[in-house]
């Protein structure tokens, strides 16, 4: 059964750092083409996809409003998927999803969230 | 801003049918046959049910279906139950450096 879990969240003050972290389990993390993903959702909104990466980690995908701020990053080893938040807004507040993208950038895993609070 | 549009809410009554829209670009939803539906309950998170505009994931009910033409998309829910209410999110690939894009979503409500 395949299960994302992610860790790491909680409240910062504005312009500080989150490292999350999403644990994989269940199939095999490293092999194509298993790329992973970080999406987020504040409260009342749709999703946002953030970011991705490939599996041997060499190619990052970043939507606009986070590039420069966010990075994606992955372990094999670990079987463990990361997201360095910096430079941390107000907007930024949301929960946050890993998940796994399949046919067509269709997100087929995902965790159960961990909710990202920025304020002072 | 959502970067594609639903409909805030849709209702139906337990067996009805009912069809939600998804209406992008030729940069996302018309130009690839990449769009994907979401299921997500209060607290939850969103559970995939369409890929590839119609295509379901095992396990999901052939009660959900999915269609395209030109920039909108559609999702039908055939035989309304009330474990379908819910909100509802479409997402498509994007031919951007923001590789998937998402809709606002749309409360469906089984009166």
């Known amino acids: 059964e395949v299960q994302l879990v992610e860790s790491g969240g909680g409240l910062v003050q504005p312009g500080g750092s989150l490292r999350l972290s999403c644990a994989a389990s269940?199939?095999?993390?490293?092999?194509?083409?298993?790329?992973m993903c970080w999406v987020r959702q504040a409260p009342g909104k749709g999703p946002e996809w953030l970011a991705n990466?490939?599996?041997?980690?060499?190619?990052?995908y970043y939507v606009d409003s986070v590039k420069g701020r966010f990075t994606i990053s992955r372990d094999n080893a670990k079987n463990s998927l990361y997201l360095q938040m910096n430079s941390l807004r107000g907007e930024d507040t949301a929960v946050y999803y890993c998940?796994?993208?399949?046919?067509?950038?269709?997100?087929?895993?995902w965790g159960q969230g961990s909710l990202v609070t920025v304020s002072s | 801003q959502s970067a594609l549009t639903q409909p805030a809410s849709v209702s139906g009554s337990p067996g009805q049918s009912i069809t939600i829209s998804c209406t992008g670009t030729?940069?996302?939803?018309?130009?690839?046959?990449?769009v994907s539906w979401y299921q997500q309950h209060p607290d939850k998170a969103p559970k995939l049910i369409i890929y590839?505009?119609?295509n379901r994931p095992s396990g999901v009910s052939n009660r959900f279906s999915g269609s395209k033409s030109g920039n909108t998309a559609s999702l039908t829910i055939s035989g309304l139950q009330a474990e379908d209410e819910a909100d509802y999110y479409c997402?498509?690939?994007?031919?951007?450096?923001?590789?998937?894009?998402f809709g606002g979503g749309t409360k469906l409500t089984v009166l």
């Open positions: 998940a796994r993208e399949s046919s067509g950038r269709s997100l087929d895993y």
């Open positions: 269940g199939f095999t993390f490293s092999s194509s083409p298993n790329w």
């Open positions: 990466i490939k599996p041997d980690g060499s190619v990052k």
């Open positions: 030729s940069s996302d939803v018309g130009g690839y046959d990449y």
């Open positions: 590839d505009v119609n």
């Open positions: 997402g498509s690939f994007a031919s951007s450096s923001t590789l998937v894009v």
